[in-house]
């Protein structure tokens, strides 16, 4: 059959064919003309084969033949297709022909999507209800498109999410989870089962289709898989099967891992879902087959070689680590022996580097672990919880895998379990020995050969295999040294902080081809021929990119994550980047429509103000940024200029300032945030870029930023505005102050915006509830509640039934659970989000009235006093001193309820929360916010001094906090008071004395002097003296306003 | 180190003529390698290039246990042979069939193929009306070819064929029209296909000819005590055509 029909004509009968069998081999024939010629796609597509295809597929298939759909269907040979009955053949080829169809790039897309091809696919996922190769070829397909949408050039990010958003579903979501427990071993389940594993890793990026997939039991599901490598590999301990048989476990053991089914991809899903989620991190150590596989139990024989080379280790000094609390995998690894001193390992992440020009930014707020959390373990980190033997296994798999990919991917893992604190505390080293230089070497390795010149259109697996690796190992190792110095020293001292810098300048290497070429035809006329009148289904989309140009795309945003984490503690660090020329390039990230990265000596003065851009957009040889580019840009910018010189110099020089101003104004809110990041550190005091960004209009788009209904953007706003009033000029400091609005930022200190926010989102559902089913949810207490947390069953137990109830299966329950309360425990984080805010609106009046000459400071204060009303002001401030109840007429919860996001004590108490009536107890951070502010106020003129004075309920409110927890607390107290009994001058005699009778009658000075004899910190005792003989009237140096994090 | 010593035991099994030992051959002999281990190597030879038969036999003669299943091997079989006797649109269609994904994704596969039908369109054409190779060169490979320089080469050689007599060609233009080239491209299928499905390109025996081709190379470089010349042990008879295993 060497002709080829006419499309019209094939596209006819295949429409009008008598039977099935006819159909069948007009298909077939349509299969072969069109695989592999994007030529012969277009040309159908504008024939509007599309339609037909869904048509055909829109056929479902009567009740009664489901056509022996059992697990024997799975095991068919997959060349024998003759095997289906015939409607499911011609399903079969329109599915094949589909998925071939959106192998023709992203152009292809628009057409697709135009008949809405997606919903029809996902109606053959399911297992159950449709043959193995049916399910095969849909997966197939929603991949293919998955692939094309990662190409499509602008709107990639789009196409993506709405293949995500179609496939998420609760119904889609059993389908996968389904293929996934398959227990087969086919190579057709295998083949499924690595597709879907690609899906989830390449969709699945947003925290609510994670939690959906980890509720659904998707990632239990995926750390089965994984176990069955652990067998497969044979490293499942001999004692194992005991202690499970005790237990009632053993059924949990999976089979090992049937030939097909790939590890790098298992790993790569699961790193994706599990994310920087420490809940479901706890659920991938918990899940069973995990905990079935790798035991934690010591290992039984004492006399090993191993044990006592560890021994002798310990005995000369050598290790910390201690052998017997190690799991038998441990024994796996070389013995390491740690020669570092211990200092050098972040036990207690440093919160702030005491590196000189180091800022603080809302870094901190960006990231979702924050080392805070460390504190609040459970279960694991802290000594009587060995870690789980997972964490050596995939130290021991990065060391013995062949493939590179596989070595990345358990990286991945591993940084997320590492981060989120579930790795014993000598592991670090460890990591540092055994892992990162591992990543490292890959790095190198995968960097020479990224140069290689390519066909255009073309890429071969190995290339894509080759360039994956190379996209994720800078990302992987960015997110493992992240919270840790000592890592990053390792990273830098392995050469790999060069390395990313080189990645990032290559990535801004012009390429020649932008989007795939149009092919060459014979007959040029012909292609507009047809074309039906612009009816999208037949018609093809924008082009996309190549995919040598999406490589470089990402790797821009995975090496500028590593530049971004090299650059968070070290100062030298930071000075080494810049002095390998990366800035420009850095710059040129900063925007959507990047050019040639110039120095800025070559670049002439005039392009500074958005000088046409000399490619159009969207040919650019240097591509097309998209927002994640842009936030790491950001980012990155972010930690190099909390050096100061780097302030001062390089970012200066390479006018970072104006396209991050743009940012600001961009539409996408994380872009807006992670801009408005960096611009609290450009707006710094010793900052060159302070006033150009003033002059552009910062102020305006600052403050209407600070009413924004996001949390973090209005936190960030704020703290910028906080870093511009500082040691500014009057007119600026007022300017801020009228923009923001006096009654707003009254509002941003005093009100709890998330807190009630949350508690009209919560009433409104609940009414809605209420009207939904009025009889049911009047029965229960809480309708809220019973919504949404109290139904968390933990899957794993509640699907495999009985056995499951074990001590060690309860324990990780327990856990669980409290891993999920904390993580999804809403009024916490809206009482957080509310703590922040409140601290940095409080700063920020600090710092408005913090002036170092006299007459203008006294002049501020009365302005502030003015425009805030000197009453409600102080009013405000005691009221942050005292027991707040929220809402006291509200319903009140039952007794059992803790005190839940009220002090550092009291943990989450989940299940009991109640938005109604709480009560808020004073938050240490906040109180030091206000004794600064009074501070100030007493460094000024004898009239603002007694004015503090003659604040006695505040004042008594202040005596309760001397023996707060927070050395902070007390510090700032120490330095108020002696600022308050300053004497300035001899008219100002009679009011110091005035003011230390009322300090002593309210029993400060008693106060101080048991800080003086009692307190744990030097420094507290040393300024508790000051201040008690500066009450004394011993000394008088005149009134400080206290240095160090204050100013900022 | 363990394989290579196996490999070499197996070479030199059959190089027994040599009149005085070398050291190294007296270290060979002593080395024993389990017949199982060499039974699996050939039937993993046969699964994998594609002789579902006579893996079959093999494996009833020599008592193994049955591999799991391949379920490609006749697929692969049937395609290997269409090409070998020239029917490629054949070939194409049967390898779409067994996996559609395979020429979509791999072109310089797909222009292979369709190189080797329009060689033979001209073929069958015996230089008598060549518009049927002329319109598909144009309507399948034009499109290709003007893209890629490569393929644009190959293609201009191919088309040479119709200009000069089939009996009066250039050693690299007679070299298309030599079964060989037939033969390479379907090497070239089986071994996608097998990437495809297995993970693996070929057979295990392929890696182990290089790697003892390597080990000696390393060896004689560094200036090793050996003999001057290691049989591969299958010369000695007649060659049986295997010639695919010097691939080093």
Redo the contacts between chains.
């Keep these: 059959?060497?002709h080829s029909q006419s499309p019209p004509a094939l596209l006819w009968q295949i429409q009008n064919a008598r039977n099935h069998a006819e159909q069948i081999e007009l298909l077939?024939q349509l299969?072969?003309e069109v695989?592999?010629?994007v030529?012969g796609k277009e040309k159908w597509v504008n024939h509007g084969i599309l339609q037909s295809l869904v048509h055909l597929l829109q056929q479902k298939p009567t009740a009664q033949s489901p056509s022996g759909l059992g697990s024997k269907e799975a095991y068919a040979?997959?060349?024998q297709?003759t095997d289906l009955p015939d409607d499911d053949r011609v399903r079969l080829l329109a599915l094949?022909l589909i998925?071939?169809f959106a192998?023709g790039g992203p152009s292809f897309l628009a057409p697709l999507n135009a008949v809405g091809v997606v919903p029809v696919i996902l109606t053959y996922i399911c297992p159950r209800k449709n043959p193995a190769q049916l399910v095969l070829t849909s997966l197939?397909a929603l991949s293919?498109m998955t692939e094309a949408a990662s190409l499509s050039s602008r709107t990639s990010t789009e196409d993506t999410a709405a293949l995500a958003k179609a496939l998420f579903v609760s119904r889609y979501i059993d389908s996968l989870c389904a293929i996934l427990d398959a227990e087969s071993?086919?190579?057709?389940v295998q083949e499924q089962k690595c597709l879907v594993a690609s899906l989830i890793s390449r969709l699945c990026k947003e925290p609510r289709y994670q939690d959906m997939l980890a509720d659904a039991g998707v990632l239990d599901a995926l750390a089965t898989l994984l176990a069955s490598f652990v067998v497969a590999r044979g490293e499942v301990l001999p004692f194992t099967l005991d202690t499970l048989e005790r237990e009632g476990l053993d059924a949990v053991i999976p089979q090992p891992a049937?030939?097909?089914l790939?590890l790098a991809l298992i790993l790569e899903a699961i790193s994706v879902m599990i994310a920087d989620s420490r809940f479901r991190t706890g659920l991938l150590l918990c899940s069973p087959a995990i905990m079935a596989v790798l035991i934690s139990s010591e290992i039984g024989e004492r006399k090993s070689q191993i044990y006592r080379t560890w021994e002798m280790l310990k005995k000369g000094g050598l290790t910390y680590g201690r052998p017997v609390d190690r799991s038998a995998i441990d024994y796996l690894l070389p013995a390491v022996p740690v020669t570092t001193p211990r200092f050098l390992l972040s036990q207690h992440p440093p919160s702030f580097p005491s590196t000189g020009g180091s800022l603080e930014t809302p870094a901190k707020h960006t990231t979702r672990f924050m080392t805070k959390d460390r504190e609040w373990l459970v279960g694991s980190g802290d000594t009587d919880e060995p870690e789980s033997p997972l964490i050596p296994w995939l130290i021991h798999l990065m060391r013995s895998s062949t493939s590179d990919h596989e070595k990345v991917m358990a990286a991945s893992v591993l940084a997320s379990l590492f981060k989120g604190g579930f790795t014993s505390p000598d592991r670090e080293f460890s990591l540092s020995v055994l892992v990162v230089p591992v990543l490292c070497h890959i790095l190198k390795d995968y960097e020479k050969e990224s140069g290689k010149s390519l066909?255009?259109?073309?890429v071969?697996?190995e290339t894509a295999t080759a360039w994956a690796i190379l996209e994720r190992t800078p990302a992987v190792l960015a997110r493992l040294i992240a919270d840790s110095v000592f890592l990053q020293q390792i990273t830098r001292d392995s050469g790999a902080l060069k390395l990313a810098c080189k990645l990032l300048k290559d990535s801004y290497e012009p390429s020649a081809t932008q989007s795939p070429?149009r092919?060459?035809?014979?007959n040029p006329e012909e292609r507009r021929d047809f074309g039906e009148d612009g009816f999208s289904a037949c018609q093809l989309g924008p082009p996309g990119q190549v995919p040598a140009c999406a490589h470089k795309i990402r790797m821009r945003e995975s090496s500028l994550k590593l530049i971004t984490s090299l650059a968070t503690f070290k100062e030298e660090f930071r000075k080494e980047i810049v002095e390998q020329d990366i800035l420009p390039s850095v710059a040129e990230s900063l925007s959507e429509t990047p050019q040639k990265p110039t120095p800025p000596k070559e670049k002439p003065k005039m392009e500074e103000d958005g000088a046409v851009p000399i490619h159009p957009a969207g040919h650019s040889p240097y591509g097309h940024n998209p927002t994640s580019v842009l936030i790491a840009a950001c980012h990155a910018v972010r930690t190099l200029a909390r050096s100061v010189s780097n302030l001062r110099t390089a970012l200066d020089d390479n006018c970072v300032a104006m396209p991050i101003f743009k940012l600001l104004k961009h539409v996408d809110i994380d872009v807006k945030i992670a801009a408005c990041s960096v611009i609290c550190n450009l707006l710094i005091e010793s900052s060159p870029m302070r006033d150009p960004l003033i002059k552009a209009g910062v102020i305006g788009v600052l403050c209407q930023y600070a009413k924004s209904d996001n949390s973090g953007l209005r936190l960030n706003a704020l703290w910028a505005l906080k870093h511009l009033v500082h040691m500014t000029d009057r007119d600026t400091k007022k300017q801020c102050l009228e923009e923001l609005g006096p009654g707003w930022l009254i509002q941003l200190i005093c009100d709890d915006t998330e807190d009630e926010a949350l508690h009209a989102r919560v009433m409104g559902e609940r009414r809605h509830l209420t009207d939904a089913d009025e009889d049911e949810v009047m029965d229960t207490d809480d309708g809220y509640a019973e919504a949404t947390d109290d139904i968390w069953q933990w899957q794993a137990i509640h699907r495999k039934g009985p056995g499951f109830d074990s001590t060690r299966m309860r324990v990780a329950d327990g856990m669980l659970r409290a891993l999920r309360e904390r993580e999804f425990d809403e009024v916490r984080k809206a009482r957080e989000a509310d703590l922040a805010i409140q601290e940095q609106g409080l700063d920020f009046i600090r710092n408005l009235i913090s002036i170092p000459n006299q007459p203008a400071q006294a002049e501020m204060v009365d302005y502030v006093f003015s425009e805030l009303g000197q009453d409600r002001l102080f009013d405000i401030l005691a009221s942050k001193l005292r027991v707040k109840v929220l809402r006291p007429f509200a319903r009140r919860q039952s007794s059992s309820s803790g005190t839940p996001g009220g002090g550092a004590g009291s943990g989450a108490s989940g299940r009991n929360v109640s938005i109604d009536s709480r009560v808020l107890y004073p938050q240490s951070k906040i109180i030091v916010a206000v004794i600064y502010f009074l501070t100030h106020i007493a460094a000024g003129v004898p009239r603002h001094r007694q004015l503090v004075i003659a604040q006695t309920e505040l004042l008594k409110l202040l005596a309760g906090h001397f023996n707060d927890k927070d050395v902070d607390v007390r510090r700032s107290l120490c330095h108020l008071l002696k600022n308050l009994v300053w004497c300035d001058g001899a008219e100002d005699r009679l009011g110091r004395d005035m003011r230390v009778f009322e300090l002593e009658k309210l029993g400060f000075l008693q106060k101080l002097e048991g800080l003086e004899r009692n307190d744990a910190e030097l420094d507290v005792r040393e300024r508790a003296k000051e201040a008690a003989s500066s009450i004394k009237g011993e000394a008088g140096d005149g009134p400080q306003v206290p240095h160090g994090r204050v100013d900022y | 180190m363990d394989i290579h010593r196996r490999i070499q035991s197996q070479t030199s099994s059959t190089s027994t003529a040599t009149p005085s030992k070398h050291a190294f051959e007296t270290r060979v002999a002593d080395v024993k390698s389990p017949k199982s281990d060499i039974n699996a190597l050939i039937l993993d030879y046969l699964m994998m290039e594609g002789y579902p038969k006579a893996a079959e036999k093999f494996q009833k003669e020599a008592n193994l246990k049955p591999k799991?299943?391949?379920?490609?091997i006749?697929?692969r079989q049937e395609i290997q042979h269409a090409i070998h006797v020239g029917n490629i649109?054949k070939a194409?269609?049967d390898l779409?069939?067994?996996?559609?994904?395979i020429?979509?994704?791999?072109?310089?596969l797909?222009f292979s193929l369709l190189r080797l039908q329009l060689i033979e369109?001209i073929r069958n054409a015996k230089g008598y009306d060549p518009t049927?190779a002329i319109n598909?060169a144009?309507?399948?490979l034009?499109?290709?070819a003007?893209?890629?320089e490569q393929f644009l080469k190959e293609l201009e050689k191919t088309m040479a064929l119709l200009i000069f007599p089939p009996d009066k060609l250039q050693p690299d233009l007679a070299a298309l029209l030599h079964s060989d080239l037939r033969r390479n491209t379907a090497a070239q299928v089986n071994e996608v296909v097998l990437?495809r499905?297995?993970?693996r390109r070929e057979a295990a025996i392929r890696q182990l000819v290089r790697m003892r081709a390597w080990a000696e190379a390393s060896c004689r470089s560094k200036k090793r005590n050996l003999p001057d010349r290691i049989e591969l042990g299958l010369n000695n008879g007649d060659d049986n055509g295997h010639e695919p295993m010097v691939t080093s």
């Design positions: 059959m060497a077939r299969k072969d695989i592999g010629d030529r040979p997959i060349s297709t094949q998925a071939s192998k197939r293919d071993t086919s190579s057709i049937p030939r097909g790939s066909d255009a259109t073309f071969d697996s070429p092919p060459w035809t014979p | 799991q299943e391949d379920p490609t006749n697929a649109q194409i269609s779409n069939e067994l996996d559609p994904g020429l979509d994704s791999d072109p310089h797909h369109l049927a598909f144009q309507e399948k034009a499109p290709r003007a893209s890629n990437q499905h297995t993970e």
